[in-house]
């Protein structure tokens, strides 16, 4: 049968809308088929609002209230132990030296309820500025302290590890191009030290493995692995793949076999490395966007984090920014449009996560969706914590208990300079939080 113009035309017309159904057809399948896609609002309705959270049991971590940066390897900031009630000062202990936004590291526990953390630009004996570390009882009485009087720069920042076998894990700075990480016994003596030789500093927080594998990212990027006796494991060279901030340090996954590790501008956001340093997966959503915290990890195994876009998108609709949380196999389960720095967000016991985005504090439930916001008195820079019957603590000008229900404030507390770092809970609903700004004004606090 031969066709009219008229026919021809309109038999092309009808191929031409197959296809551009065909078409769309398959642009949809491959967005649905590809996780990284983000459309909002990204919550799957099969996700609860709520789920219970365990506490995950770490072999080669101290049986204490509070034995490391974040609490737990998993970065929850969550306590067992509820917090104070009062809001009033225990004590305060002053330190000395010259003061900064690095002038006190966060407190780590000892299974005995020892306080262990770091002091920057001291003089002791009036021989230069240094680094010191102390031991403190609950009681702010002075164990022992210890500094390397042959190989020490001024400061350090990252929080200790305290072991199931009572060692102190510690890194600082020289200036000599090189950093030390220190194992100290429970009298202050040095059972090992390590010279890692290929970069000056750490990114602030290490993290340690079930097997007691210390693994820490440096400031060129690099991510290694020493052993529990202080012998580089192994060290996975890169330029600057793994140094997203001095911020973002890693977070384990609760079967302890794979590291969350943040990447740099330009790199994946985030990659998921076994503990031998093998790469599993990484996750990508542009070469302008970077990871500004730590992750955190549920003990269902999703991973959450924050990412800043720093294109010129970043503030209009189309800005990939906000906070994620991700499936253990790195696909996207939601996106939440704000977003968070200095790790300031934590989990609670139901799942729920609790986040700083600048002045407003936000209740996320579990399946992604926001149950309430509240305003703050002013920009969150530190980690918030959460205790044992969900209360907030969160530090600034004044360091406040928040109800996890509303964001309503259950006592606020003046604090003469804001809270940088990670407040700890431990025993007998004490906090302890560092302040450092202003002549003679550094100090160790706990509040009960």
Known sequence: MTMGGNQMNQFLLRIKGVLTLLGTMILVACQEADPKIINDPIVQDTIPVSMTQEHIPWASLADSPWPMYSHDPQGTRRSRLNGPISGQYSWGLQLDG??????????????????????????PEGKGQSWVYYALTPNAEIKWTFRDTLDFDQWTYGAPIITADNKIIFSTPTSNSYANIYALDADGQVVWKYKHNHASYLIEHMNIGLDGTIYFIDNNGNLGALDANGIESWTKYSDNTFKAGRLASLAIAPDGYTLYVPGDVTYDQLYAISTSGNIEWTFDIGDSATVTTQPLVDSQGNIYFSI????????SST?????????????VRWRHRNQSYYDAFAMGTTGQIYLCSSDTLVAIGYNGIELWRKILDSNQLAPLVIDA???????GLNFEAISPLDGSVYWSLVVSSSVWHCPSIGEQNQLYFGISGGAQNKYMFAVN
């Open 98 to 123: 010259v003061q900064s936004t690095v002038g006190v590291t966060p407190v780590s526990i000892g299974a005995d309820s020892t306080l262990y953390f770091g002091s920057s630009y001291e003089n």
């Open 389 to 395: 019957s969900n209360t907030i603590y969160k530090g």
């Open 308 to 315: 800043d876009d720093k294109s010129d998108s970043k503030s």
């Open 319 to 331: 800005s990939i920014g906000g906070f994620y949380s991700l499936n253990p196999d790195g696909s």
